[in-house]
Nanobody, 119 residues
Framework: QVQLVESGGGLVQAGGSLRLSCAPE????????MAWYRQAPGKQRELAAAITSGGRTNYADSVKGRFTISRDNAKNTVYLQMNSLKPEDTAVYYC?????????????WGQGTQVTVSS
């Protein structure tokens, strides 16, 4: 099991910003993809943003233009910069690391960090 240490959640007013950090205990470049998922109360977990080992990024339509996923290889950390936050962004945010392909894919998850956006 690979440990992913998350930080940066909290309470913020609508329109504010937060930055989440995720530091896996193994090199981030050893994973095919690093991503942030989120789960709001009563809803399914959904992808917010992802970045591949090659640097390609992917965002949910609901966060495009507001969220930015990035990584710092020297610090072995992946970030999610969240700007112009809305109350509907309130959720538990989970860091995900994916390794392998097809039947051999393995997913690792962080413990989750709460993000609450007040109106």
């Amino acid at each position: 099991q690979v440990q992913l240490v998350e930080s940066g959640g909290g309470l913020v007013q609508a329109g504010g910003s937060l930055r989440l950090s995720c530091a896996p205990e193994e090199l981030i470049l050893s994973f095919n993809t690093m991503a942030w998922y989120r789960q709001a109360p009563g809803k399914q977990r959904e992808l917010a943003a992802a970045i591949t080992s090659g640097g390609r990024t992917n965002y949910a339509d609901s966060v495009k233009g507001r969220f930015t996923i990035s990584r710092d290889n020297a610090k072995n950390t992946v970030y999610l910069q969240m700007n112009s936050l809305k109350p509907e962004d309130t959720a538990v945010y989970y860091c995900n690391a994916r390794r392998g392909l097809g039947a051999a894919v393995r997913d690792y998850w962080g413990q989750g960090t709460q993000v609450t956006v007040s109106s």
